[in-house]
């Protein structure tokens, strides 16, 4: 790199595939001899990559705006706004927080080196296109100090945007129309990955099972297609996907449950509301009894699949009798981890018209009912585990010295005796105790003998 070199302070809210995005980026601005760090103090370029989804998630940008004020007057520091309130907002962010040099929306990364040039003429960029290319044919591949720093595990973005409009959500409109990435390019990145020493890796999309890339047969492949492919590759023991949506979930996904060894037995699959009434009113596109079919389906073709779900209370309308309804749906199904929100009425969004509007305080008292129940259901699944032996990809250093971290097949961490020896080994371990956030476990017999001088667990 001929220039001096700069560093670039990125921060990710949101979902996933903002985390995806932010690396990516990470990616496109080291070739312009940007070094990625950990804090935003005396950083050349900071990057906030925002989420719109609820209210709350939009305005924690401008607090943090307002933190970097400071900053930006003790030093030379461009400040961009990046996802999807850049996508939402635009301009007004400038507006509002005038330290903002750039907004752009999720679509534009490949863009960023050219907008930088902008920034450097001393001009403000503001780009929320939907540019007919793909961004990620314009950036270069996942680097390898970024992939190792993740661990074992890597993302890989497979899809993008939403052609649902559902009734309350931002999502098709910060991220635009679904598209989704060619086969060949899909598996050419997991293939690097693999070959970088990753293990495990997480397909994701907004509606990643409505992919349909184009395979190397010139036809469209399904998420089941890909992920049977994607299984072939020598060295990639874990697969898994998110998120879905029930309307996708068709036979051949199912059956990929049943056949391909790695794919792991757990699924997001939210379903927002248990009342048919809420779910028409959400146009979500299918019923209770449809959701209700798919889990049926899933758990014939792979009993110990476990699920998980994100649930929506107080929409406009919600009666009690609504929200009993999702209570019943979730004692029907019996979630292993979940997500709940309250209602959160977004700008341009349907829901957020409507004159039927729900208190905050019955939001409120509704929430805390589900999560409850939800909470109790998660404990519940975990302590099922205790004494079954689970398959554990040795990820990180624990907290306390001489225990390292692994993940389960259910995304839970478990903790066992070990050192840096075991990152990136997958063991079968027998679950001691569940504990509320995390599993303590015993590794085999064999291969504990040597660490048994270390401190167990408390
Ligand atoms: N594509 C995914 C969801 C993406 S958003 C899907 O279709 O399921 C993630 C979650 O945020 C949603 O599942 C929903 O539970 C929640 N969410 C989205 N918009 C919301 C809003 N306006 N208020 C509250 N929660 C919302
Ligand atoms: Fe949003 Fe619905 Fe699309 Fe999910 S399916 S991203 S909730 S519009
Ligand atoms: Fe948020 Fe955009 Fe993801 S709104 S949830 S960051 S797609």
């Not at 060949?184 to 907004?206: D, F, N, S």
């Amino acid at each position: 790199m001929s220039r001096a070199e700069k560093t670039v302070f990125i921060k990710s809210y949101g979902c996933q595939m903002n985390v995806y995005d932010s690396s990516r980026m990470a990616d496109i601005l080291e070739r312009d001899g940007y070094r990625a760090v950990d804090t935003p103090d005396g950083a050349d370029l900071i990057i906030l990559n925002t989420c719109h989804i609820r209210e709350k998630a939009a305005e924690k940008v401008y607090s943090e705006l307002g933190r970097l004020r400071s900053i930006k007057q003790s030093g030379k520091t461009t400040i961009a706004v990046a996802g999807c309130v850049a996508q939402a907002e635009g301009e007004e962010i400038i507006a509002r927080a005038p330290v903002v040099d750039m907004v752009f929306g999720p679509q534009s990364y490949h863009r960023l080196p050219d907008f930088l040039a902008t920034v450097e003429t001393g001009a403000k960029v503001v780009d929320t296109e939907f540019p007919a290319e793909d961004k990620f044919d314009h950036m270069p591949a996942p680097a390898r100090t970024r992939t190792e720093a993740r661990g074992r595990t890597a993302f890989v973005t497979v899809q993008e945007g939403c052609d649902k409009f559902c009734t309350f959500c931002v999502v098709p409109y910060t991220r635009g129309a679904e598209v989704s990435r060619p086969v060949e390019k899909v598996i050419h990145e997991a293939r690097r990955l693999v070959a970088m020493g990753v293990r495990e890796i997480t397909l994701l999309g907004q509606n990643v099972n409505a992919y349909h890339g184009v395979g190397p047969d010139g036809r469209d492949w399904s998420l089941a297609r890909l992920l049977e492919a994607l299984a072939e590759i020598d060295g990639l023991d874990r697969l898994r996907y998110t998120t879905s949506h029930p309307r996708d979930m068709d036979d051949a996904l199912i059956a990929a449950h049943r056949d391909i060894d790695i794919l792991m037995p757990y699924l997001h699959l939210p379903v927002q509301s248990g009342s048919d009434r809420i779910l028409k009113a959400m146009n979500r596109q299918h019923t209770r009894a449809d959701y209700f079919a798919i889990i049926d389906k899933l758990r014939a073709a792979k009993p110990d699949l476990a699920l998980s779900s994100d649930f929506i209370v107080g929409f406009p309308g919600e009666t009690d009798a609504d929200f009993e309804d999702t209570l019943d749906l979730v004692s029907a199904v019996g979630f292993a981890q979940a997500y709940s929100f309250k209602y959160s009425p977004r700008p341009g969004t349907p829901a957020a018209e409507a004159d039927d509007q729900i208190d905050e305080a019955v939001k409120a008292e509704r929430l805390a009912r589900l999560q409850a129940l939800l909470r109790e259901q998660q404990a519940t699944f975990a302590k099922s585990l205790e004494g079954r032996t689970l398959s554990v990809l040795y990820e990180k250093s624990g907290r306390k010295p001489g225990q390292v971290i692994g993940r389960s097949p259910y995304l839970q961490p478990v903790v066992v005796n070990g050192d840096e020896s075991l990152f990136g080994r997958i063991e079968s371990v027998r679950i001691t105790t569940a504990g509320p956030n995390s599993l303590l476990a015993d590794r085999p017999m064999a291969s504990a003998a040597s660490t048994a001088s270390l401190e167990v667990p408390a």
